[in-house]
T-cell receptor, first 111, second 111 residues
Framework: EPEVTQTPSHQVTQMGQEVILRCVPI?????FYWYRQILGQKVEFLVS????????KSEIFDDQFSVERPDGSNFTLKIRSTKLEDSAMYFC?????????FGPGTRLTVT | RKEVEQDPGPFNVPEGATVAFNCTYS??????FFWYRQDCRKEPKLLMS???SGNEDGRFTAQLNRASQYISLLIRDSKLSDSATYLC????????????FGSGTRLSIRP
């Protein structure tokens, strides 16, 4: 099974600060995704990324969020000004249109 | 109505039992279907894709009924290691790829 790595494993930040979450898919997959999971809740789709651009985003993915794949390997999620409610587990996934492989996640805690 | 609905459980069954999970989806445009498992505080892991013809992988059998918009997962001869939350996932293709997760059904296998 392809391996997706994410860093950091845990990030603590203060409200209003910017955070960048990183993902490295180790494969030749073409689709990349970010999801979040608030503790005790379901996994929620944030954004999909294909051919170096966003292909779809959810209503959660507002102007505070951005994604990029600057060097062809790292895939990043930036939250410009974090809010308390951004505290969650953020999962990166890579795959094709049919199957996805998830990274271990970054736990983001906003204080 | 939620786009993907699952019985939240928990299902508490003895080792060796057969257990079945159901999932319904509301959008008839949905085109691909999956079961994932998620262990506590871990990432979702793909268990199997679900096809109209039904598919089996060892002790696991998945079925799709497009007419009823219903997906099922059957686990035979359950093991302690099957204890996890089982997530029903639905994908609507467009040029974008929007993936919807159900809230999951928690399964606990007792010795």
């Amino acid at each position: 099974e392809p391996e997706v790595t994410q860093t950091p494993s845990h990030q603590v930040t203060q409200m209003g600060q910017e955070v960048i979450l990183r993902c490295v898919p180790i494969s030749n997959h073409l689709y990349f995704y970010w999801y979040r999971q608030i503790l005790g809740q379901k996994v929620e789709f944030l954004v999909s990324f294909y051919n170096n651009e966003i292909s779809e985003k959810s209503e959660i993915f507002d102007d505070q969020f951005s994604v990029e794949r600057p060097d062809g390997s790292n895939f990043t999620l930036k939250i410009r000004s974090t809010k308390l409610e951004d505290s969650a587990m953020y999962f990166c996934a890579a795959g094709d249109m049919y199957e996805q492989y998830f990274g271990p996640g970054t736990r983001l805690t906003v204080t | 109505r939620k786009e993907v609905e699952q019985d939240p459980g928990p299902f508490n069954v003895p080792e060796g039992a057969t257990v079945a999970f159901n999932c319904t989806y509301s959008n008839s445009a949905s085109q691909s279907f999956f079961w994932y498992r998620q262990d506590c505080r871990k990432e979702p892991k793909l268990l199997m894709s679900v096809y109209s013809s039904g598919n089996e992988d060892g002790r696991f059998t998945a079925q799709l009924n497009r007419a009823s918009q219903y997906i099922s997962l059957l686990i035979r001869d359950s093991k302690l290691s099957d204890s996890a939350t089982y997530l029903c996932v639905v994908n609507r293709y467009s040029s974008a790829s929007k993936i919807i997760f159900g809230s999951g059904t928690r399964l606990s296998i007792r010795p």
